[in-house]
Every structure is written in structure tokens, then in C-alpha cells.
């Protein structure tokens, strides 16, 4: 299961917005949604510059996507505080 390697991310826009995605590499599609080219979110073009503030390990792509989904549904408010719970993690 060497592929099974997927992960969560949330970004934050330069108006305060929050951008979830999944993805097998944070820092390429980080960089690609910072470029704002045609592998870029259309929601992220012209909403920078963007920041990580999240990323959570999650395992296969059927996880990542249930996860996605779940965080998703999450009010602005549950997102945050998911992000600080995260920040106050040592390591």
C-alpha cells in the first residue's frame, strides 16, 4: 500500500477564507494553487497569497476523500478551532 500516502490540507486566503482540498503532495499543490495556472482551485485564483494552516495525515484515497467531505461540511468556526487543536500539538 505504498500509494496510499493521501492527505488533508486547509489554506488560508488573504480575505480570511478557508480552502479545503486533498492531495498526495501539500507543497506541490500548494504551489500550484499560489501560481493560480490551470491545475490551480478556481476558488483560490486571485484570493492570495495563500497560507497552510492545516494538514492531517489520512491513508487511502477513499479516506481522504470522506474526510474532505466531513471537513467540508464543518461551520468556519469548527474549522478553526480544528486548526488551533492542531498548532498546540507539540512535534
Known amino acids: 500500500m505504498s500509494g496510499d500516502n493521501w492527505q488533508l490540507y486547509i489554506l488560508r486566503c488573504a480575505g480570511g477564507e478557508l480552502y479545503t482540498g486533498i492531495t498526495k503532495d501539500v507543497t506541490r499543490r500548494l504551489q500550484e494553487h499560489q501560481s493560480g ?10 484570493r492570495g497569497p ?3 494552516v492545516y494538514r492531517e495525515e489520512i491513508g487511502s484515497h477513499g479516506d481522504a476523500l470522506r474526510r474532505e467531505m466531513a471537513v ?3 461551520s468556519k468556526r469548527a474549522k478553526l478551532s480544528l486548526i488551533a487543536k492542531s498548532a498546540a500539538m507539540p512535534g
Open 37 to 46: 495556472g490551470p491545475k490551480a482551485a478556481k476558488y483560490l485564483r486571485g
Open 50 to 52: 495563500l497560507q497552510l
Open 72 to 74: 467540508k461540511k464543518l
